[in-house]
């Protein structure tokens, strides 16, 4: 069943003139649904198999909107940073989180990702690795606001200048153009997607 064909879809659809439902229709039916265990396990196998890739330990840091200036990591240089805002509802900011939860618990100390990305941690565990996670990028800003926010700490500064730490991203999804803007900021070989969604619609 296509996606105009469903309830929803129909309400939706009720929205447009007549005139412009045939184009809205091919819009609306060119839209990728992803469930959520498919959401889910496409990260766990993008996630668990880059250790084979790149340097361990590895610090698992969910993406999350930051204010201008804003340090990640907040004026306790111990305290484990606030992983979601406290706003967020349990949508995919969630399930992120939830992921890479269960991911850094798997092996306790002996596995290949840092306890919580804390500078406190990732001092203790010697890391090697920051890897950014998040479900979609379609420009890429996001990411770019969050590394900017991340790189506000004058401890991360110092690893990245003594060229301690790798950064890395991984996205379930993300355009094209996104890519692109990535791979720029962090490298063609650091930049990890479980999947490209297409850029245009025959319409």
Same mark, same amino acid.
């Not at 649904?33 to 084979?52: A, C, H, M, W």
């Not at 100390?109 to 890897?131: H, Q």
């Not at 590394?147 to 004058?154: A, E, G, L, N, V």
């Given at each position: 069943?296509?996606?105009?064909?469903?309830?929803?879809?129909?309400?939706?659809?009720?929205?447009?003139?007549?005139?412009?439902?045939?184009?809205?229709?091919?819009?609306?039916?060119?839209?990728?649904?992803?469930?959520?265990?498919?959401?889910?396990?496409?990260?766990?196998? +993008?996630?668990?198999?880059?250790?084979?890739?790149?340097?361990?330990?590895?610090?698992?840091?969910?993406?999350?909107?930051?204010?201008?200036?804003?340090?990640?990591?907040?004026?306790?240089?111990?305290?484990?940073?606030?992983? +979601?805002?406290?706003?967020?509802?349990?949508?995919?900011?969630?399930?992120?989180?939830?992921?890479?939860?269960?991911?850094?618990?798997?092996?306790?100390?002996?596995?290949?990702?840092?306890?919580?990305?804390?500078?406190?941690?990732?001092?203790?565990?010697?890391?090697?690795?920051?890897?950014?996670?998040?479900?979609?990028?379609?420009?890429?800003?996001?990411?770019?606001?969050?590394?900017?926010?991340?790189?506000?700490?004058?401890?991360?500064?110092?690893?990245?200048?003594?060229? +301690?730490?790798?950064?890395?991203?991984?996205?379930?999804?993300?355009?094209?153009?996104?890519?692109?803007? +990535?791979?720029?900021?962090?490298?063609?070989?650091?930049?990890?997607?479980?999947?490209?969604?297409?850029?245009?619609?025959?319409?």
């Amino acid at each position: 069943m296509e996606v105009s064909e469903t309830l929803r879809g129909r309400n939706w659809l009720s929205n447009f003139a007549p005139e412009q439902q045939v184009v809205a229709k091919r819009l609306l039916d060119a839209v990728e649904l992803v469930g959520q265990d498919q959401f889910r396990n496409g990260l766990v196998r +993008l996630i668990s198999g880059l250790p084979k890739k790149v340097q361990k330990p590895i610090a698992l840091v969910p993406v999350r909107e930051m204010a201008p200036g804003q340090n990640y990591f907040g004026p306790d240089k111990n305290a484990s940073p606030r992983l +979601l805002n406290s706003g967020s509802f349990p949508g995919s900011e969630g399930i992120v989180a939830n992921v890479l939860g269960a991911l850094r618990r798997q092996n306790g100390n002996e596995g290949a990702f840092v306890a919580a990305p804390s500078l406190k941690n990732m001092r203790a565990a010697r890391c090697r690795t920051i890897l950014y996670v998040d479900d979609f990028s379609g420009s890429g800003k996001r990411i770019l606001d969050f590394h900017r926010s991340f790189m506000t700490s004058k401890t991360m500064k110092s690893w990245k200048s003594y060229g +301690l730490v790798k950064f890395h991203v991984a996205l379930f999804a993300a355009t094209p153009h996104a890519r692109e803007v +990535l791979n720029f900021t962090f490298g063609d070989q650091n930049v990890h997607v479980v999947t490209l969604p297409p850029t245009s619609i025959q319409l």
